[in-house]
């Protein structure tokens, strides 16, 4: 979190966590496009020939008033594809709460264990603890066969009792709840 004392601003850092292809990207894209042109950037992407994420994504909004401030939320992806490690190293860095966001797919379950475990680490190489750090679960692609129900997931993940929301990202189900729920998370803390 930084405040700039002379513009009134407060600024938090929100980044969208996952494997390749599980619609961190996707949500970024809902988001922007179903939000007043006043109120956020332009959506950012850094991408590679093949349209994937090569070191984020970047959409900030600006939204009301807390305390005398104007929060700024700048929400981030990372890259999901193995061999970018490193990256979602560094775009975590300084992020004030982060969003998973899982595939539900069945055959996607060992990339989202793996990808849940690395972000504990880093995590805790941040200095925190994953049950305390502010974290919303989203289950993505619920609409696909062989999806994995919410209570599945969550029981196989352990997500520590993070709030839970299940996506349809392409449909923007989910997407909304999911931001509004890390947001209320973040100013809570601030109240």
Known sequence: MFINSRQHELNLKIVYYGSALSGKTTNLQYIHARTNPGMRSELISLKTR??????FDYLQLDLGEI????PRFSLY?????????STRKLVLQGADGIVLV??????RLP???RTWIELQKLVARMGHRVDDFPMVVQFN??????ALPPDTLRGLL???GARCFPAVATQGIGVLDTLKAIIGILTSRLQ
């Not at 992806?77 to 490690?85: E, K, L």
């Open 158 to 160: 352990g997500s520590n």
């Open 102 to 107: 899982v595939d539900s797919q069945r055959n």
């Open 50 to 55: 093949a349209d994937r994420t090569l070191f």
């Open 141 to 146: 692609k619920q609409d696909l066969p062989g």
């Open 77 to 85: 992806t990372v890259p999901g594809q193995v061999h970018y490690a």
């Open 67 to 70: 305390r005398g401030l104007r």
């Open 111 to 113: 990339d989202n264990l």
